[in-house]
Antibody, heavy 119, light 107 residues
């Protein structure tokens, strides 16, 4: 079955770090970029960046540099998103999505990981 | 970076109505614009890619079109399951941008 499976919800304190995972199955993982998208409670979709699953090279959106790091374990068909120095404003659902490069659209999404940052 | 302006931000309609959502791009970069539907607690679902190509399995009552920098999503004959939030998304020079969303509610 073609799918992206994301890690479970996280509850973290401000200042902590979290590492989210996104594992692809049923397709050639390193043939399609993986994007990360954030959705704060009651808000719209915010594109965070993408990682080239062939080279491991990440590209970050403005506002998602520094504390946000995308990485890969191609042997495990998994992409990771690490967020450090967590703030309350990082409370959101984080989605990963597979991109089709011919038209640059995202046709396969994970179910999302909810990160709650609270003291 | 591209700016995408979706309008309206919300609209009310009845089952059987037709509605149109517009996404205006700040740059005439290309036709690589996609439309997604999102229901509460669910990930987005791709509807349209390349401005007017219907994703496999999406009903033909969903139609995308483009005129210059204005992209439109038209939903004909609304079904109850169509009431959701819709987003446009465009790609340019390594970066993606999403519109702010249009919430379609039952009148």
């Amino acid at each position: 079955q073609v799918q992206l499976v994301q890690s479970e919800s996280e509850l973290k304190k401000p200042g902590a770090s979290v590492k989210l995972s996104c594992t692809g199955s049923g397709y050639s993982f390193n043939s399609y970029p993986i994007n990360w998208v954030r959705q704060a409670p009651g808000q719209g979709l915010e594109w965070m960046g993408w990682i080239n699953t062939h080279t491991g090279n990440p590209t970050y959106a403005q506002g998602f540099t520094g504390r946000f790091v995308m990485s890969l374990d191609t042997s495990a068909s998994t992409s990771y998103l690490q967020i450090s120095s967590l703030e309350a404003e990082d409370t959101a659902v984080y989605y990963c999505a597979r991109e089709i490069r011919s038209y640059n659209y995202m046709n396969l999404w994970g179910r999302g990981t909810t990160v709650t940052v609270s003291s | 970076a591209i700016q995408l302006t979706q309008s309206p931000s919300s609209l009310s309609a009845s089952v059987g109505d037709s509605v149109t959502i517009t996404c205006r791009s700040s740059q005439a970069v290309s036709s690589v614009l996609s439309w997604y539907q999102q229901k509460p607690g669910k990930p987005p679902k791709l509807l349209i890619y390349g401005a007017s190509n219907l994703e496999t399995g999406v009903p033909p009552r969903f139609r995308g079109s483009v005129s210059g920098t204005d992209f439109t999503l038209t939903i004909s004959s609304l079904h109850p399951e169509d009431f959701a939030t819709y987003y446009c998304q465009q790609f340019d020079n390594k970066f993606h941008t999403f519109g702010q969303g249009t919430k379609l509610e039952i009148k």
